[in-house]
């Protein structure tokens, strides 16, 4: 338990890695964040090295105060960030279950196709699934869906 303690203490081996990776984790989301809603976003590791996420504009705030959109944002753009930096097995697609429906009505029509070109940079297959209509220019293939009083089925 010493060496454990010695070799992951805040000065040691692990954390000064991980402070490296964060820098380049850290410009992956702000090249997508940022540009979508003007905060930075970084990570900082604490005293007891626990790992934080904090967004700025003005002022330091906890993310967990961002708005819907913003909120989707910073997560599309720290996901594609573990994507960029892990050695694993990358994923080519991405599934988005209502989250852009989020977005107010006066800017949805504005940000859907920037958002949709940021993710297809990244991702060669998306399934968006969205209450809310898309213009057809921006989407490759569109599935309706109708309600019959008790059950839903796909429109052909």
Known sequence: ????????????????????????????????????????????????????????????????????????????????????????????FLIVDESLDCIDSARFDLEIPRILNTIRRYYDKILLISHRDIDDELIDKQLKISYYGGYSTIRC
């Open 1 to 92: 338990y010493k060496e454990y303690l010695v070799l992951f203490n805040h000065d040691n081996i692990p954390v000064v890695v991980l402070s490296n990776m964060f820098k380049s984790f850290n410009k992956l989301v702000n090249d997508i964040f940022f540009i979508y809603t003007g905060y930075t976003f970084r990570t900082e590791i604490n005293d007891k090295n626990k790992i934080t996420f904090v967004v700025n504009k003005v002022f330091d705030i906890d993310p967990c105060r961002l708005s819907g959109f913003e909120t989707i944002i910073l997560n599309i753009a720290i996901n594609q960030a573990i994507m960029n930096v892990s050695n694993g097995n990358k994923c080519s």
